[in-house]
């Protein structure tokens, strides 16, 4: 079963509403209503993007991606849900030049489960992974981020830096997820 974390993104309702389409299983909850569940019920996870910053929101992340870890499950963070990943893993994010929004080519440069060749996705942030962890690797980029998407060295522990809920492209990456 599959949980989704909303961080308060305004693309969330995007989210839910194509992973409802996909007959996945899934709960889908704020972030700041995770407390009342057993997250170990769960077998994946997808992290969504937010507004703004909020250190219970950190908190609250970092601890889901720490239980997926040790118990080897699988996770996808979105846009935020990368940046709190890399921070998690021991990475580092930096303020961008300027807000990235629009339309981008995200090129994969490594192999991978997820996605493949050139994939043309939606940005929205003002935050991006400026250093990944020992244990994050990079899978792609782009003009705007060096680090698109990255993984886990061993485990299915994605991030996107782009919003894969708002483009055909990046639901593929969804689905891909989904299929794991």
Do not use: W
């Not at 909020?54 to 996808?76: A, G």
């Not at 080519?105 to 490594?110: E, G, R």
């Not at 489960?113 to 940005?123: D, G, H, L, S």
Request: net charge negative.
């Amino acid at each position: 079963m599959l949980l989704v974390v909303d961080n308060g993104s305004i693309y969330t309702k995007n989210l839910v509403n194509y992973i409802s389409e996909q007959n996945v299983n899934f709960t889908a909850v704020k972030f700041s209503d995770t407390s009342s569940l057993e997250i170990s019920q769960f077998d994946s996870f997808i992290l969504s993007g937010r507004i703004r910053n909020d250190k219970k929101m950190n908190v609250t992340n970092s601890q889901i991606i720490k239980h997926v870890f040790s118990e080897r499950k699988s996770l996808l963070g979105i846009c935020y849900g990368a940046e709190i990943l890399a921070i998690t893993m021991g990475g580092t994010i930096k303020k961008s030049d300027k807000p990235v929004k629009g339309e981008e080519i995200v090129i994969v440069q490594k192999e991978n489960k997820i996605c493949q060749n050139e994939i043309n996705v939606f940005e929205s942030h003002r935050y991006e992974i400026s250093k990944l962890g020992d244990q994050l690797d990079s899978l792609a980029g782009s003009k705007s981020c060096k680090y698109e998407v990255v993984k886990h060295n061993e485990l299915d522990i994605f991030g996107t830096q782009f919003h894969p809920e708002m483009s055909s492209d990046g639901q593929s990456v969804i689905q891909a997820f989904l299929s794991i």
